[in-house]
């Protein structure tokens, strides 16, 4: 049967994500970018700045400057704040742990950015050194981050939480990324340095 042409012209009711789906989707980019900042390092090393380690500086440096951002006020604001009003201590100690990664993981982001970014626009003052050693403990810090969230706090926060907070999340979420998106538009690439609000 062929769709009407009524069909055709109605548009479509925005699909309801579980915010959680939306958290374990970013972890996998994440760590997916990982590997290619660890690849990127390895290419600097071996071959040096040319057009594959620019893209992939580029690549890297918009990801982290705003996807994983808001990834982090995503769990600061959703997830976190349910398992500390709970009062369990060990889940409370973990989310406090979180807490303090992220603004370590920002500080080191800010070390690294401008390395990255002097490496996108092809420009030979990045400190190969301190980008390789700032990649290890950026990487290593990440992993362990992500993996006591899926762990343990993922789990716990889908539990204190019903289905219809998590799609209320998903909704927030995905209206702060749109709001993002159009900001981002309205005034040009996101510098690799500048902090998100």
């Known amino acids: 049967m062929s769709p009407t042409h009524d069909s055709l012209e109605r548009p479509k009711a925005p699909t309801t994500v579980d915010g959680f789906d939306v958290l374990d989707a970013c972890h996998r980019q994440t760590l997916f970018k990982l590997g290619k900042l660890t690849a990127l390092v390895s290419r600097l090393i071996?071959?040096?700045?040319?057009?594959?380690?620019?893209?992939?500086?580029?690549?890297?440096?918009?990801?982290?400057?705003?996807?994983?951002?808001?990834?982090?006020?995503?769990?600061?604001q959703h997830v976190f704040p349910a398992l500390l009003e709970a009062g369990d201590p060990d889940i409370v100690q973990a989310v406090l742990r979180l807490q303090q990664d992220h603004g370590w993981l920002e500080e080191d982001w800010l070390e690294l950015s401008p390395h990255l970014c002097a490496v996108a626009a092809d420009q030979s003052w990045y400190d190969l050194d301190l980008l390789r050693e700032g990649v290890e403990v950026f990487v290593a810090l990440s992993h362990d981050h992500i993996a006591l969230e899926e762990s343990l706090i993922y789990p716990q926060a889908r539990m204190r939480l019903n289905s219809t907070d998590r799609r209320e999340m998903g909704r927030e979420m995905a209206a702060r990324r749109r709001a993002g998106a159009k900001k981002q538009a309205a005034s040009g690439v996101i510098g690799a340095g500048s902090r998100s609000s």
Do not use: N, W
């Open 46 to 76: 071996s071959v040096g700045v040319d057009g594959e380690a620019r893209a992939m500086a580029a690549d890297i440096l918009e990801f982290f400057t705003t996807t994983a951002r808001l990834h982090h006020e995503d769990e600061e």
